[in-house]
């Protein structure tokens, strides 16, 4: 059984067996609504979900397989296909009690940004810089509130609906190896105090602005981050030296990138301190689509549990 799921896993994609697919739509089709406390996922709600989970006899080793991708040696991301799950409950209410409650194994829902819900939409924007989250256009590597001082420990996205064009692949790239690749010499440029990227505004529970912030802390993928995103190199500001260290980091990423594309149900679970992540351009022919049919995708954030208590920075 283990073979069964964990054999694809070295691409971070984890099929589940029909059987824990099967288990999996009845729980989902019974999963209360979710409550909150501040900006996590509440206590009550997260034992309730955990209880009903461990009723499937699957479910055990499936999470162990999960957690093995996500903070195993080489690992750091995972795409969970929930897609056959997705047919039979739809991609409402169900889907989403379901994703919180796998989600609920790996770490602490939660919502950093207080003004969208706990899941956050992010749709397609005709209108929006083609470079960010709604845009069309390519979103370069990077990872998620990356000016904070305590960023969310997993950045997830659900497709509710891929870019029906064809286009809009996610990419990937392992950080830690990236930066293992560069020379002494432009590690020592990212270790400085001399990067900002973005405004701080309105959010909870990730510690405070981080401004200016090194790209390397220093600290091991246990306990840093590589505090990176190639959108900060188009803004003004860094020195020629300290932006040509920044690039030859968003080159390494490049260069190590993996890539696929989103299929309706499929949870894309990254782990900030060791993996970014962007995406590929939408397919130009946009506005022939109606705004109902365009991607959507679904973001959520997690915690660590035993890092700080929720609220302290
Ligand atoms: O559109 C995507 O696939 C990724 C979006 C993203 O990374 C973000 O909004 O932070
Ligand atoms: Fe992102």
Redesign the pocket.
């Given at each position: 059984m283990m073979s069964e799921i964990m054999d694809a896993d070295r691409d971070g994609f984890v099929d589940l067996p029909r059987e824990l697919e099967g288990n999996l739509i009845e729980i989902g089709s019974r999963l209360p609504s979710w409550n909150t406390e501040g900006s996590f996922l509440a206590c009550s709600t997260i034992e309730w979900y955990r209880a009903e989970m461990e009723s499937a006899p699957l479910f055990d080793e499936f999470r162990d397989s999960l957690l093995t991708v996500l903070n195993g040696t080489t690992g750091g991301y995972a795409v969970v296909r929930l897609g056959n799950i997705a047919r039979t409950l739809g991609v409402g209410e169900h889907l989403l009690r379901l994703a919180t409650a796998i989600l609920t194994e790996v770490a602490i829902p939660f919502q950093p940004f207080r003004r969208w819900p706990l899941w956050k939409e992010?749709g397609t924007n005709l209108d929006a810089n083609p470079g960010?989250?709604?845009g069309t256009g390519y979103?370069a590597f990077?990872m998620?509130l990356v000016n904070a001082t305590q960023p969310p420990d997993y950045?997830t996205?659900l497709c509710v609906r891929p870019d029906p064009l064809g286009a809009?692949a996610?990419i990937l790239s392992n950080a830690r190896e990236a930066v293992a690749r560069l020379t002494p010499s432009s590690r020592a440029l990212l270790a400085d105090m001399a990067y900002s990227y973005g405004g701080f505004f309105d959010l909870s529970d990730v510690g405070e602005e981080y401004k200016p912030f090194p790209v390397l802390d220093g600290e091991s993928e246990d306990s840093g981050f590589v505090r990176f995103t190639a959108k900060m190199l188009i803004e003004s500001g860094l020195d020629e030296a300290h932006a040509c260290a920044a690039r030859e980091l968003a080159d390494q990423m490049v260069a190590g990138q993996v890539t696929f594309t989103?299929q309706c149900g499929d949870l894309l679970i990254v782990n900030q301190r060791r993996w970014v992540?962007?995406?590929e351009a939408l397919a130009d022919g946009q506005h022939d689509i109606a705004p109902e049919h365009r991607?959507l995708?679904l973001?959520l954030f997690l915690r660590d549990r035993g890092t700080a208590e929720p609220g302290t920075a």
């Open positions: 992010i960010l989250s709604t979103n990077h998620d950045t996205l809009g996610s989103l992540h962007g995406r991607r995708l973001q």
